[in-house]
């Protein structure tokens, strides 16, 4: 392991002023979405969106990384240079989704865990190889009367740690995601409850794994009420649940915590975002790892339109940079309106 090319790497990923897209959506996530617009998935169809994200001009002011999925680290855009070293040449990090998703936990009816382990340290060598210098594990903690039970807890955050200790092994920077739903009709208190003692769990089997702080990023939810609760919580109480839970829970030695947008809107994922930065003295970059929250007006202004390919970036390019002007709390909700 080569410790200061991780540290650095994960220092990047968490640039101010930068964020990471989430574009490792599996061959099933991207169909659903493609659906929604009316579009076939193929796999020219799901490489030329990658390619209309990935050579969006200017982009690279605002995305430190992209989160690629197998079949997408493999493709190419048109004129032939293979997506990793394209990202690349434009100073942002390739990054490749490895685990093998969410499966139903025997003996625990409603809960996950997420696979992916067996023939782990082959696949990061190879994806080394193709270029990926981070990568991305997400555990499944969904929210409900009876669970999650501590088990299920238990066995998401020895996954994560030995995902994450295999990555580090490999000189790829880990991101450890623990998302707790905001499925369901909990309430905020409920899902900081949830977030605490899930995050409490993964960074005690992270020490026990002898993972590196430094050569990390933490992929959290925010601490949000479900979508069905009939109590939505203001903006302000997010982003203080949300930064209480963290500082008690994450050391200051991880350089930065992305937060994934869970199926927020694409301006509340940014708002909360420009919110917590506009705290000061916080231990760790407060950055994004959106994929919904970044994409959604793309993929509406895109509709699988050659034509349609310049006003996509355009709209892709306009929620990077204000998702970027929320890492310094700068971005303020009437931004909308006016670039609209
Ligand atoms: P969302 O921002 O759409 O939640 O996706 C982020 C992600 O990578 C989930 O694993």
């Known amino acids: 392991m080569d410790s200061t090319e991780l540290d650095r790497n994960a ?16 061959t099933g996530t991207i169909k659903k979405r493609f659906d929604k ?24 002011k605002h995305i430190s990384g992209v989160i690629l999925y197998d079949e997408t680290i493999r493709q190419q855009a048109a004129d032939g240079r293979p997506f990793p070293a394209l990202l690349t040449s434009r100073g942002i990090l390739p990054g490749i989704k490895v685990d093998a998703g969410a499966k139903a936990l025997a003996g625990f009816p409603g809960e996950t865990v997420t696979e992916g382990l067996d023939g782990l340290r082959e696949r990061l060598a190879e994806y080394h190889a ?57 309430t905020i208190e409920r899902c900081e409850e949830v977030t605490d003692a899930t ?17 990390m990023v933490l992929k959290p939810n925010m601490v949000i009420a479900g979508k069905k609760c009939a109590k939505q919580a203001k903006p302000q109480q997010v982003t203080e649940a949300t930064v209480r839970c963290l500082r008690r829970r994450v050391p200051g030695a991880v350089p930065g915590i992305a937060f994934l947008s869970g199926g927020q809107g694409e301006a509340e994922a940014t708002l ?49 940079k204000l998702n970027g002007l929320a890492r310094d709390g700068s971005y303020e909700a009437a931004m909308e309106q006016a670039a609209a």
Not at 37 to 60: M, N, Q
Not at 166 to 176: D, G, M, Y
Not at 280 to 303: E, N
């Open 11 to 26: 220092a990047a990923m968490v640039a101010p002023g930068k964020g990471i897209l989430a574009a490792d959506e599996s």
């Open 37 to 60: 617009i009316g579009v076939e998935s193929s796999f020219e169809s799901r490489r030329a969106y990658r390619e209309l994200l990935f050579t969006a001009p200017d982009a690279d």
């Open 130 to 186: 193709l270029g990926a210098r981070f990568a991305k594990w997400r555990a499944v903690i969904d929210v409900g009367a009876a669970i999650p039970s501590a088990t299920a807890l238990e066995a998401n955050a020895e996954a994560l740690a030995r995902y994450a200790a295999l990555c580090q092994e490999a000189s790829i920077v880990p991101i450890v995601e623990p998302e707790v739903l905001m499925d369901g009709d909990h």
């Open 199 to 215: 995050l409490e769990l993964v960074f005690d089997a992270l020490f026990s794994h002898r993972v590196r702080l430094e050569g």
């Open 272 to 320: 909360h975002l420009s919110l917590m930065n506009r705290l000061r003295d916080l231990p760790w970059q407060l950055s994004f790892s959106y994929g919904r929250a970044l994409q959604q007006s793309t993929l509406d202004a895109w509709r699988g339109i050659p034509g349609n390919v310049a006003a996509a970036q355009r709209t892709f390019l306009r929620r990077a």
